[in-house]
């Protein structure tokens, strides 16, 4: 979204000042219309009684409500289309006018505008009202007509969902409860109105879309070529899902409790992250803190005390200093922080005199956060929780000191209806960063790539990127984690994309592999084909109660068979003299050809931290509702991995037969990597909205714009 103008002057079809006028009627009729609804209807609470919106009577009174009458029709103003330039789609708004004025259209055509108008009104209320959800049929149903409007060429699409899978449910609005009809109903016609008044408009002068603000009168140019579906729901319903995802104060209490509970007397401290000690530094709340306590200021440490199973919390936080105040802001005083986390809070520097009163009892002191284990010998490496912990069991002989990591762990790898909505924001923001980048010019740099979809990510509100984005051209590709992101991305290369998303504190981890030109080679298209059918066979077995590194041994089968047949491995289970030191007998996989061109894992975990602590290819575990990972398969092939091959006469023989195919894949780097969730009936992929099939990243490759000048 780009630059904003204070005024739409130049454009006589728009009408500010009218259209502030007829929206006070509105607000002065939304009443009597949501009576009518109701009355119409005859259901006490339409949430839990979802109907069909597309029943002949209801739609009869919809009509009559909100399309009818010329004085209370404001959704007969703001229709609904999507937009087809260049490929590209995106839906967006237009405004009509419903009372007689000039225009250069003729009668048929006016009213052509209209009733296509009623048509997408009706279908975006039906999304609304059906419930929390809106429900993607598809395109069966779908109309498609052509409408020339101020020489605006659009297709006009049914309203609805078209991301991945048609039929995937989109959580947009909760109304909350209601004890009347007309409660219920006023609540879903404001929604209504509410939802239009993010839409855009068209300018035929400059050939280009603006979202318009009705309350400040203020137009933002939007590149709609590049948006897709996602990035319009995200605008429209931006303020409805950040309000229903946050993490409750409740849910960070049971936390603590569920903590106390598994410890049973003892005192757990954590420490949160610091300020940062450079000025290219930015703040970052350490996961484990976070998870307990929600508090996203830096310099605090946190107290739990656990008797008898039943927790009791303190928070220690530290006021900014006066003078770097006036620099980067006040912090929230310990009243305010009571007040919004419900938590006991005191000042930082009371913390030793606090620990020490409670450990001198005898109790076991459990730590967290700022180190991964209580190992408090390498005094070269302590951090400041270490040296806290490390001096208080100084002056406590005899205290016992304990790792709370692996419980923590194990409380945070199911993940509340809470955190997986926020995981699936995350996750969407993610996609249509990588979509926008699949739509834009071809890169010259890497870093232009890791631009673009940083500034999308920051642009549909997250907080920032979830790690350092990885985007590797050509041989870089090669390398898992290439952070340069400094060379220049050639036509004919791939390049591997690896980055995602932070929203509020929760991680997604995307990758997609691209063609710089656009369209894949031959020998590109074998390696990427073998790596999506190796992540299609994890899928497959990722299933509620299946082992999870049954899809881990599923993906390098057949990544192992494709490479056998490709003629880059003698045999699914050939082996060679590997570059790593590795026990060949006690673990035969990393010692096989196959594992030496892909190198890694296929999953991790997923939540607050990028590689949240569940490991999902480890042991006997079974995929459970409310796990959160990854599936990421990748080949990498490069002369320059075989010069890394220990000289053995095994590794010279091996190298010998296969450098000329090698050859022929040379700097072939593929991953590709999406995000799931476990519900009760299966696994959902949250990442769906980033296209990953070939034809569909060079069909949106062909939707490309021209480079501009810089």
């Not at 339409?46 to 597309?54: E, R």
């Not at 967290?368 to 912990?389: I, K, N």
Request: hydrophobic letters at 40%; glycine letters at 8%.
């Amino acid at each position: 979204m780009g630059g904003c103008r204070r005024s739409n002057a130049g454009k006589p079809w728009i009408s500010i000042g009218r259209i502030a006028d007829e929206r006070q009627k509105i607000r002065d009729q939304r009443r009597q219309d949501a009576e009518l609804l109701a009355n119409t209807i005859g259901v006490a609470n339409l949430s839990a009684a979802p109907i069909d919106l597309h029943d002949a009577v209801v739609a009869d009174a919809l009509r009559e409500i909100f399309i009818g009458r010329p004085d209370a029709n404001f959704l007969r103003r703001r229709v609904h289309f999507r937009e087809v330039r260049g490929g590209g789609e995106c839906v967006v708004g237009f405004q009509l006018h419903h009372r007689p004025h000039r225009n250069t259209h003729s009668d048929e055509r006016l009213l052509e505008r209209m009733e296509l108008g009623e048509q997408r009104t009706l279908d975006a209320f039906a999304g609304l009202v059906a419930g929390p959800e809106l429900v993607a049929e598809g395109f069966d149903d779908v109309i498609r007509r052509d409408a020339d409007v101020r020489g605006a060429r659009l297709e006009h699409l049914q309203y609805g969902a078209q991301y991945a899978d048609h039929r995937a449910k989109r959580r947009v609005l909760a109304f909350g409860e209601a004890s009347q009809p007309v409660e219920v109903a006023e609540q879903l016609v404001g929604a209504v109105e509410e939802m239009h008044d993010h839409m855009a408009v068209y300018d035929p002068v400059e050939a280009d879309w603006y979202v318009f603000d009705w309350t400040q009168t203020e137009m933002r140019k939007i590149r709609c070529a590049r948006a897709s579906l996602m990035t319009v729901v995200g605008l429209l319903f931006a303020a409805a899902t950040s309000l229903s995802a946050q993490i409750s104060t409740t849910e960070y209490a049971a936390r603590r409790d569920s903590m106390a509970a598994h410890i049973g007397d003892g005192v757990v401290i954590a420490f949160g992250g610091r300020t940062p000690v450079t000025d290219y530094g930015t703040f970052f709340q350490l996961p484990a803190f976070h998870y307990l306590t929600g508090y996203d200021e830096p310099d605090a440490a946190f107290v739990l005390v656990a008797r008898g199973g039943r927790a009791t919390s303190t928070l220690f936080a530290t006021p900014i200093d006066p003078r770097r105040a006036f620099y980067y802001g006040f912090r929230p005083d310990s009243t305010a922080i009571a007040r919004s986390l419900q938590l006991p809070s005191r000042p930082f520097a009371a913390l030793g005199t606090v620990v020490d009163s409670l450990v001198s009892t005898g109790v076991p002191l459990y730590a967290l956060s700022d180190f991964e284990d209580a190992d408090f010998a390498r005094v070269d490496t302590l951090t400041r929780g270490q040296q806290f912990v490390r001096a208080v069991a100084a002056r406590h002989p005899g205290l016992v000191v304990k790792d709370a990591h692996q419980l923590l762990d194990q409380l945070r790898a199911r993940k509340s209806p809470a955190e997986i909505a926020l995981l699936k924001r995350a996750a969407q923001i993610s996609a249509e960063g990588h979509r926008t980048v699949m739509q834009a010019p071809p890169p010259q740099h890497e870093y232009e790539v890791a631009a673009l979809i940083e500034y999308t990510f920051k642009k549909l509100g997250a907080e920032r990127a979830a790690y350092g984005s990885i985007v590797g051209s050509g041989v870089n590709g090669t390398q898992l984690h290439y952070m340069k992101d400094t060379a220049v991305a050639r036509p004919g290369d791939l390049v591997v994309i690896d980055a995602a998303a932070e929203y509020q504190g929760y991680a997604a981890d995307i990758t997609r592999t691209l063609p710089v030109s656009g369209t894949f080679t031959a020998a590109q298209r074998a390696i990427y084909q073998l790596v999506r059918d190796a992540q299609a066979a994890a899928e497959r077995v990722a299933k509620p109660g299946a082992l999870a590194r049954a899809a881990e041994d599923s993906s390098f089968a057949v990544r192992a068979r494709g490479l056998a047949a490709l003629g880059l491995i003698d045999s699914a289970d050939a082996t060679l003299d590997p570059p790593w030191a590795v026990d060949c007998t006690a673990t035969p996989r990393p010692c096989t050809q196959a594992y030496f061109w892909t190198v890694h894992g296929i999953s991790h975990g997923l939540g607050l931290a990028v590689h949240d602590p569940a490991q999902f290819y480890y042991g006997e575990r079974t995929y459970q509702p409310g796990d959160a990972f990854t599936i990421e398969p990748g080949i990498y092939i490069s002369t320059r991995a075989l010069a890394a091959l220990p000289d053995t006469p095994r590794n010279r023989a091996y190298i010998a037969r296969v450098r000329p195919l090698v050859m022929r894949y040379e700097n072939t780097g593929v991953r590709i990597e999406d995000d799931y969730v476990v519900t009760q009936s299966g696994v959902e992929r949250i990442s769906a909205g980033a296209p990953r099939e070939i034809a569909e990243i060079e069909a949106l490759a062909r939707t490309r714009g021209a480079r501009p000048v810089p």
